[in-house]
């Protein structure tokens, strides 16, 4: 069966001369090939620091907030880095028996404590995954943290990569242990003013706390604006948000994904496009954050969250989009 993915893959072997013809000549090409897609609304494209492309192919204006699931947890990985600035964490090496000992349960496996906050943001805490078939569950439940820190042990902290909502939300829960605030205020504080954008509130848990790893929404160039954040080493506008060598680190493998086979850095998934590293922030539906650094080339793009992209599907056609379009257009800049 012939697939927008195979077609891409098809363009990618032939002849330069052939490729050449089907190749956008600009950024103002690319809204009316994504259009083809049909889960595809949005697209955003800063390149050397400019905006020099946001357009809605269908769904929602650009102006318009849009759900960017699992995305969200990159962005808790940025508070992460924020707080790790503010020195109210001294480490990411520190466990949550040092920054938010009142989330374990009383009955949590003792090796809960010994977590950090690098096994939480690389997603290797161990314990039992809350999604994919789990999540209906762990959501229903009464209080999420003490639900997702009560789960078996299935590897042990620092392992393997276990993707889970439940483990960033863990994460989001300590970082407003540790600062007092809640991670919409956190949010909102430490991003949302800093990039000029303003972050509406989200799904909150029995206990009130905001949803650590999805439901978070952000414009097509809210999006762009906290990639060239991690583009530009930390600091945005002259603020410093992030240390530096925590966005160094971030795009460095810690892990791999068993789905897509990119590596995992801190909340990003990384991978190369013509020998050039690139960094990756994706949720489901098909909403992506797209930053490959030495382009100076940030990418957001956002698609109907109701329906699923994976690895082999619509994310494939996405990503073969990314790598084989929209990139070369800034390397050959």
């Not at 330069?16 to 190749?23: D, E, G, P, V, Y």
């Not at 604006?225 to 002259?238: A, I, Q, T, V, W």
Request: hydrophobic share 40%.
């Amino acid at each position: 069966m012939i697939t927008r993915r195979t077609t891409l893959a098809l363009l990618a072997a032939a002849p330069l001369s052939a490729r050449a013809q089907a190749m956008p000549q600009g950024w103002a090409d690319l809204p009316s090939l994504a259009a083809e897609l049909d889960q595809f609304h949005a697209i955003a494209v800063a390149h050397r620091g400019e905006l020099v492309l946001e357009e809605a192919v269908r769904g929602p204006s650009v102006d318009t907030p849009a759900n960017i699931k699992s995305v969200s947890k990159t962005i808790v990985a940025g508070l992460l880095g924020s707080v790790l600035q503010s020195g109210e964490i001294a480490d990411i090496s520190a466990t949550l028996e040092d920054v938010a000992p009142n989330l374990i349960p009383g009955d949590a496996d003792p090796r809960v404590g010994s977590i950090s906050m690098e096994d939480l943001v690389t997603l290797r805490a161990g314990l039992e995954r809350t999604s994919g078939p789990n999540y209906g569950n762990w959501v229903a439940s009464g209080n999420w943290v003490a639900n997702a820190l009560g789960r078996e042990f299935v590897d042990e902290p620092g392992g393997r990569m276990l993707y889970s909502t439940g483990t960033t939300h863990v994460l989001g829960a300590a970082l407003s242990e540790a600062t007092g605030d809640s991670l919409l205020t956190l949010a909102r504080d430490r991003l949302g003013d800093v990039l000029g954008t303003y972050i509406v509130p989200w799904t909150q848990d029995p206990q009130g706390r905001y949803m650590g790893g999805n439901q978070m929404a952000l414009t097509p160039a809210a999006m762009v604006r906290f990639g060239e954040l991690y583009r530009l080493g930390g600091s945005y506008d002259g603020t410093r948000v992030l240390p530096e060598d925590y966005v160094t680190a971030s795009f460095e493998q810690r892990t791999r994904s068993p789905y897509s086979g990119l590596s995992y850095g801190y909340g990003w998934f990384l991978g190369e496009v013509q020998g050039h590293p690139y960094a990756m922030a994706r949720g489901y539906g098909g909403q992506i954050i797209f930053v490959v650094p030495e382009a100076e080339l940030t990418v957001a793009i956002t698609s109907d969250p109701n329906q699923p992209a994976r690895s082999d599907g619509y994310f494939g056609v996405l990503r073969d989009f990314l790598e084989q379009t929209v990139a070369p257009l800034a390397l050959s800049a």
